[in-house]
């Protein structure tokens, strides 16, 4: 069969038979690069954080600047229209405009939410130059595999942009992975190289137009790999057919496994009835006119991702206000160097530096009215014999339900090292807070307690919230003799 775009009769490749290969990468990274697993750990910390305690981030909507790279023998077959029709459904799919959107059940239409984030070809590239945002590229390769050389003109396919300035899209031929299944498109998770940094998507499921093909002719397996790059995870958790995975979402229901085609509902699977399976959510493995939605649980791990791993990619505005085109004009006035093509051995390491040994100036530096008269003294005090009066609400101190350490990206991975035992300093639970630590994650209660009234009481500046959120995350460290 003749490809619809392509000129003399030029045969098309065959339609993927598997959506995403991420996992697979994910996979391959954890065991090969030494720094991807210390990366991920990190990463994941600041996921869980953002979801148990609020704090201070880009604001508004981030716009980020996108190159796509177009990898075929002739890759005039996907024209500028077609590239531009994808733009448009990440933009819509990401801020909630989708035109699908009420087709989400009633039960789950509540928990539908805009991300705002958005995204536009770069008119700039790395040094400056106008450009389209496209770039195209003759390969003799008539297919790639998920082991990345489509990201590198040295094996046929395209090299990449600076990926802490850009979004970086290859389209391609076949995708395989290396059981030698066809894929749609795979993505690579925050905290991985540089140079292998970005989403690749076959090019029959490239955008609504040309060349994209039915099922993935809606731009979706685009929005799914995007979805990934943002540090979302499978709807279903990835544990085969189980129903013991995790997508480290509150708000989506457990799963049995992925779902095929275009799912009537309620599907049941692990018991979640009445409602069953948020099958049309974009994380699932549905045709495209079956996914619809992100969740605000999916949505606040996303912002985190633009708030810490990809903190310096986008820029971030009220919604509604600029054009793409004042995007990389700011982004190019001062261009950063293209990351090392290997991850350097500190990254990862996000943790919050240790807490300053006299918490009372710190906290009375910024709220020296309403914060504890001498919470030195109470530092020093016997805690361990009772709870901190006071605490905090119960929501803003324990950890979303299946709070975990990563150990590299989800429960189910080699290396994952099991849910963290939290406690709040009575020696209760799973684990028991070491007897040396019990007064000062006493006190750090006694000190969250402070930020959620000021909170509350709307005396909260960004730089009381971003203390409340060091406070917590070595109250974390604490609790879980980290």
Not at 36 to 56: C, K
Not at 298 to 327: F, H, N, W, Y
Not at 411 to 430: D, E, H, Q, W
């Amino acid at each position: 069969m003749a490809d619809p775009s392509a000129p003399n009769g030029e045969s098309q490749p065959v339609p993927p038979t598997q959506r995403c290969g991420t996992m697979e990468v994910h996979q391959r990274m954890l065991q090969t690069v030494p720094a991807y697993r210390e990366a991920r750990d990190a990463i994941e910390d600041h996921a869980q954080r953002a979801g148990a305690f609020p704090f201070a981030g880009r604001t508004g909507c981030i716009k980020i600047p996108v190159v796509v790279h177009i990898v075929l023998k002739d890759p005039t077959w996907i024209n500028d229209a077609q590239v531009q029709s994808q733009i448009d459904v990440l933009n819509a799919d990401f801020r909630k405009k989708n035109s699908d959107i009420g087709r989400v059940p009633s039960v789950f239409a509540p928990l539908a939410a805009d991300a705002q984030i958005d995204f536009a070809l770069a008119p700039f590239d790395p040094g400056g130059a106008a450009t389209t945002g496209i770039t195209r590229t003759v390969t003799t390769k008539d297919e790639f595999t998920t082991g990345d050389d489509v990201k590198f003109a040295a094996s046929g396919g395209a090299d990449a942009w600076p990926s802490n300035r850009f979004l970086n899209i290859w389209v391609c031929p076949q995708i395989r992975d290396f059981l030698g299944r066809l894929l749609g498109g795979y993505a690579q998770f925050p905290g991985g190289h540089a140079d292998t940094d970005g989403v690749v998507i076959q090019y029959q499921s490239f955008g609504t137009r040309g060349t994209a093909m039915n099922p993935t002719n809606l731009g979706r397996t685009c929005t799914h790999e995007v979805g990934h790059w943002l540090n979302l995870f499978h709807i279903w958790g990835d544990d085969g057919t189980g129903c013991t995975g995790s997508d480290m979402v509150d708000d989506t229901p457990n799963q049995g496994g992925p779902n095929f085609g275009v799912p009537t509902f309620p599907h049941v699977s692990c018991g979640n009835g009445p409602n069953g399976d948020m099958f049309m959510n974009y994380m699932d493995d549905v045709d495209d006119r079956a996914m619809m939605m992100f969740t605000a649980g999916q949505v606040v791990r996303m912002r985190a991702t633009m708030d810490g791993a990809r903190g310096l990619i986008g820029v971030a505005r009220p919604c509604g206000k600029g054009t793409s085109k004042e995007l990389p004009k700011e982004l190019a006035k001062d261009p950063i160097k293209d990351l090392p093509k290997e991850s350097p051995k500190e990254f990862g390491k996000e943790t919050p530096k240790e807490p300053p040994k006299d918490i009372s100036k710190e906290f009375a530096k910024d709220h020296p009215k309403d914060g504890p008269k001498d919470i030195s003294k109470e530092i020093t005090g016997d805690f361990a014999k009772s709870p901190a009066a006071d605490p905090p609400p119960k929501s803003l101190l324990e950890p979303p339900a299946g709070f975990q350490r990563q150990g590299g990206g989800g429960p189910n991975f080699p290396g994952a090292g099991g849910p963290l035992p939290f406690v709040l300093a009575t020696g209760a639970g799973s684990g028991t807070v070491r007897p040396e630590a019990s007064a000062l994650a006493n006190a750090y209660l006694q000190l969250l307690s402070h930020y959620a009234r000021l909170r509350d009481a709307g005396q909260l500046d960004a730089a009381g919230l971003a203390a409340w959120h060091e406070a917590a995350a070595a109250y974390y460290r604490i609790v879980s003799g980290a």
